[in-house]
C-alpha cells in the first residue's frame, strides 16, 4: 500500500509531504503507483520552482519526501498551500478510486 503522510498545522501551513510503499494494484505495470509518483513529482517541481523557497529535506529515490522551511511571507505561503491543497486533492481522488492500494494520513 502507498502511504502519504501530509505535514500541516494551522499556523504554518503545510510544510512536507513523504509518499511510502508501492500500490500492488499490478506489479510491473501499475498504473496507481504511476499516478501516484507523477503527482509526488509535480508537487517538488511546483515548489522547486517558487523563488527563496528553502527546502530542509526533498528526497526522490524510492521513497518521496519534501520538508520545507516555514513560510513567514503571506503571498509565498498562500502559494504553496495552493500547490500542496491541489495536489491533495489529487492524491485524495486516487484513493477514492483505490482505497485499498493508497492511504492518506493528515
Do not use: W
Not at 48 to 73: A, Q, V
Not at 82 to 104: A, C, R, S, W
Amino acid at each position: 500500500m502507498i502511504e502519504v503522510k501530509v505535514r500541516y498545522s494551522e499556523k504554518k501551513g503545510f510544510t512536507g509531504m513523504r509518499i511510502t510503499g508501492h500500490a500492488q494494484f499490478n506489479p510491473g505495470n501499475d498504473p496507481v503507483c504511476a499516478g501516484v509518483s507523477a503527482l509526488g513529482y509535480a508537487l517538488f517541481g511546483t515548489l522547486n520552482s517558487i523563488e527563496g523557497l528553502t527546502f530542509i529535506k526533498n528526497e526522490i529515490s524510492d521513497h518521496i519526501d519534501i520538508r520545507i522551511k516555514p513560510i513567514f511571507e503571506q503571498g509565498k505561503r498562500t502559494a504553496v498551500n495552493i500547490v500542496f491543497e491541489t495536489i491533495l486533492i489529487g492524491l485524495k481522488m486516487i484513493q477514492k478510486g483505490y482505497p485499498d492500494n493508497v492511504k492518506i494520513v493528515q
